[in-house]
């Protein structure tokens, strides 16, 4: 590893940040990463990821920071651990709603850094693989000086343009996500009671016109009816904060997404039936038991 690429900070190293400093270590990049999570700490430095002892150490030593942060506070909390630095390049990939990223931006420029909104699409199994679509937007010049690093953990990169942009992709991308995922549960369901074998449901799906990215990352956890340990690509109780955020979104445009808010009850049964650590995929076992099928 001869870590010539340069140098970059990751806070925040849980399911798509670990991933992303670990695909960035590999690549060659000198990377230091911070989480308040000592095992998922433990878990990068073993990937060759150098450690931090807080945000703010992090953007002492890298030029360039990417955040992966799992609520507004926790940006906000770093966004002033980092405010009194020299001046930083911050890449925001968090999904957290328009205000809360503006917010976050308006206090780092007027601290002398700049910040750029960068939402991923894409689940934790895709971020291993650097299989993710980058929604950049902000400086199209920090942008496209940012292409080798996107490239390293990422398939795509896209410059949407103005600050938030991204954010708006990333709430039309996932509230696709929501409905495919529920979408696929309801067709397993409907194969099983009918007496079908779930893996040939998967296996002749995904090679038909009714597949999907998600059918096919989200069909085999279905298949297996296991939704726990190294399955899980995106909890369903840090799911809640996404739809939450969508939801309030379209509402305040005014805009229907009528069956967008039919998924929401899935969700929720699968947040109160002991799903909430368990994979999105689990809203496969809410709707099993609705049909009356006996537990796999």
């Known amino acids: 590893m001869s870590e010539a690429k340069g ?3 990751v806070i925040g190293l849980g399911i798509m940040g670990g991933a992303i400093a670990r695909n960035l270590a590999a690549a060659g990049w000198h990377v230091v990463g911070y989480d308040i999570d000592a095992d998922r700490c433990s878990q990068a430095a ?3 990821v150098r450690l931090g002892t807080s945000a703010a150490n992090v953007a002492s030593r890298t030029p ?3 955040t992966s942060l799992p609520t507004p506070a926790a940006l906000s909390a770093v966004v002033h651990d980092i405010a009194g630095l020299p001046p930083r390049l911050l890449v925001e990939v968090s999904t957290f709603t328009l205000g809360d990223k503006m ?7 007027e601290a002398g850094h700049e910040l750029l909104d960068c939402p991923l699409s894409g689940t934790g199994a895709q971020a291993k693989v650097r299989d993710l679509v980058v929604y950049a937007s902000g400086s199209s010049a920090a942008i496209a000086g940012l292409q080798p690093l996107f490239a390293d953990f990422a398939r795509q990169a896209h410059d949407l343009g103005a600050f938030g942009n991204g954010t708006k992709m990333k709430f039309v991308a ?3 996500v929501a409905i495919h995922n529920v979408a696929t549960a ?3 369901v409907l194969g099983m009671k009918a007496g079908l074998d779930p893996q040939q449901i998967f296996d002749l799906i995904a090679v038909g016109a009714g597949s999907s990215r998600i059918f096919e990352l989200r069909g085999p956890m279905m298949v297996q009816n296991r939704y726990d340990g190294d399955n899980v690509t995106m909890k369903v109780s840090v799911w809640q904060k996404d739809m939450a955020v969508i939801g309030d979104f379209a509402r305040g445009l005014n805009c229907p997404t009528p069956l967008f808010s039919a998924t929401m009850p899935i969700y929720a049964a699968a947040m109160s039936t002991g799903h909430a650590a368990h994979d999105t995929a689990a809203v496969c076992a809410v709707i099993e038991a609705m049909a009356g099928i006996a537990p796999r």
Request: hydrophobic share 65%; charged share 15%; glycine share 10%.
């Open 7 to 9: 140098a970059v900070g």
């Open 46 to 48: 073993a990937a060759g």
């Open 64 to 66: 360039t920071i990417l």
């Open 103 to 109: 917010a976050a931006e308006q206090v780092l420029r």
């Open 174 to 176: 996932n509230l696709l």
């Open 186 to 188: 309801e067709a397993f």
